[in-house]
């Protein structure tokens, strides 16, 4: 079974740079971490799927890096995956821990779309096979990404969902960060330097 995992950067991630962090500095290390663990998963091949240009540098040699525009539907992005399964992590959520990626796509042993949600709406990531279900129209940052999947699926059992995570949407969001896990080193260096 062939699995990617691509990490999902867009520029208005940059938003939640806390006072005193450069925006720009702030989503390339946020980027970089969710990247990283991403990598380090055994069984899927890493993606960078960016709106943002220059990230290059953040991923091992020969890793795909997909341009998109700052407003491609999240269908139209897995749609340019080649793989039999695929996972869609946004890169705005740096300390998720890598488990919860692999229940993703333990869970499509029984639903054709799995979603892990976020705290206070939206999700931090999905995954489904490909092609994507005709009926299936999501979105990362829907408000209720799983009420809205079930309500366009022909039955609600078609989607499953994980145990959720946070994402980093705002400055306040930093405070989230769990120094106890491992990872996101680079968001704490910077988190910490300012």
């Excluded at 300390?95 to 206070?120: H, M, Q, S, W, Y």
């Excluded at 709406?121 to 096979?129: E, I, K």
């Excluded at 979105?139 to 059992?157: E, F, I, M, N, T």
């Amino acid at each position: 079974m062939n699995r990617v995992v691509a990490v999902l950067v867009r520029r208005h991630m940059a938003q939640a740079a806390p006072a005193g962090v450069d925006p720009v500095a702030f989503l390339e290390a946020v980027a970089e971490d969710t990247y990283e663990m991403v990598a380090g998963l055994d069984l899927v091949t890493p993606v960078l799927v960016t709106s943002v240009p220059g990230l290059d540098d953040i991923v091992w040699p020969g890793t795909e890096v997909i341009a998109i525009d700052d407003d491609e539907p999240l269908t139209s992005v897995l749609r340019r995956l080649d793989a039999d399964q695929a996972a869609v992590v946004s890169a705005d959520a740096p300390d998720l821990p890598p488990l919860l990626v692999g229940k993703l796509f333990r869970e499509l042993g029984r639903a054709e779309i799995t979603v892990c949600p976020a705290e206070n709406g939206g999700a931090v990531a999905l995954a489904c096979a490909l092609p994507v279900p005709a009926w299936a129209r999501p979105d990362l940052d829907a408000p209720d990404v799983v009420k809205a999947l079930r309500a366009q699926a022909p039955g609600p059992r078609r989607v499953a969902t994980t145990p959720g995570w946070h994402r980093l949407r705002s400055a306040a969001d930093v405070a989230r960060l769990d120094p106890g896990l491992e990872g996101w080193d680079n968001t704490r260096a910077l988190v910490r330097a300012r």
